[in-house]
């Protein structure tokens, strides 16, 4: 009932807010599920009010470093911008990236970074804010730019070694972590070749040709801003920071550091406009500084649509991105402590007849997952868990597990609006996640080649066991409340 009531009404508002639907509808559609779940709940006796409380302090606890990241991602948005290094990527970037093959290029350059880095996230705060300037300076529609760059983003999060959703699956089935890596280019590569193709098809078929437009845009930017070789350090450094194996936490705060030193530098007339006040010297600089890192910026370049790729919003501008994640952990924490997430779970393991629809199932869980907890860390968790006996009933290596919760949980969680990747990536990149969604081939394509590629797979003889049904009652709400402590 509270799972039904949430899908209705989110459909309810955005059929009524359109874009606008984060700003609080969806907030409150969360809300109102938890109160109807821990209705249920109570008048049943399943749950006491301390359950939830130490349920939702759990899920809080996992999400506080997401929030951490998710302010200083605001800041460096402002910093780069306003310092000039984002105006300067996109000004170099339009004069090397061919409009035809722009969304193949941008895919694969997030691609290789996200690979490096480990770090959608940071792949996307960096280089993905960029190519979307590039993007719609050349003419390409918003959706269009971010699917490719979300594509290539998960595509690295999913694979390298240095991600900590590739780790994650890994040991919690039991599997190598190289043999997961491994095994996963069976279906990640066809799946990335496909994406690449339909993006070559829309870039060679339909690119835009606005040469003009370019141009103009060009202009406007080195009008406003002092654009130069010298303000790539910034990223050159950040990216030997990213190299050095650094905490997310520590390269998005020196990043942030490095642009607003730049910003003072180089941009010095910007930072005392944005200040506004008649102070002089310093405490006007500063005053610009602090503004560009916390509040909103709006620069006019002359050219109404640059406009608003040049303002920048700080941490202020991510605290409705912060507020749909706790609500959502809301939702997440009332599934779990009324044990509504179990009893979904032993009913999706009930539908388990074979190999296929094994995996199938499996795929199946870790997008639901994503839908209900809004989190990928924990899909990855309860899904490779929950499945492990069963796969090993079945006779069925470790890695098929690994490999299906990465091709189902980790890439489909920046489809879901209210998951905390899907909030993320659609308040850095500026884009509703209804609207980059249908363009994010990877991510839906990967649970349907993880399902299509196991119909090659043999099951080996099944061992005396349990059935399907007793292995998922063994898995007890106790487990399901100790798991969702587990922290990003």
Partial sequence: MPLVLLVALISIVVSIF???TLAGASQISLIVATSVCLSIGLLRKDVTWGDFEKALSDKMGSISGAVIILLLIGALGGSWMVGGIVPTLICYGMQ???????????????ALVSVITGSSWTTIATIGVALMGIGQAIGYDEAWTAGAIISGAYFGDKISPLSDTTVLASSTAGTPLFTHIRYMLYTTIPTFLISLTIFAIKGLGNAPAQTDHALKVANALQDTFFISPWLLIVPVLTGVLIAMRLPSMIVLFLATLMGTVTAAITQGALLDEIAGTDLEGFSQRLRGALIVVYGSTNLDTGVSELNDLVATRGMAGML???????????????????GMLETIMKALIRLVRGVVSLVATTAFTGVFLNVVAADQYLSIILSATMYGPTYKRYGLEPRLLSRTCEDSATVTSVLIPWNTCGMTQSSVLGVSTLLYAPFCFFCYLSPIMTVIASTFIKK???????????????????EVKKLSSYGS
């Fill in 96 to 110: 090397i990236m061919s409009p035809p093959w722009f969304l193949v290029s941008a895919c694969v350059i997030c």
């Fill in 320 to 338: 409705g991105t912060i507020w749909l994640i706790i609500c959502a952990m809301l939702f997440g924490a009332a599934m779990t402590a009324t």
């Fill in 460 to 478: 080996k003889a099944s061992p005396p066991g349990l059935s399907p049904v007793e292995e998922g009652s063994c898995f007890c709400s106790y």
């Fill in 18 to 20: 359109g874009d606008e």
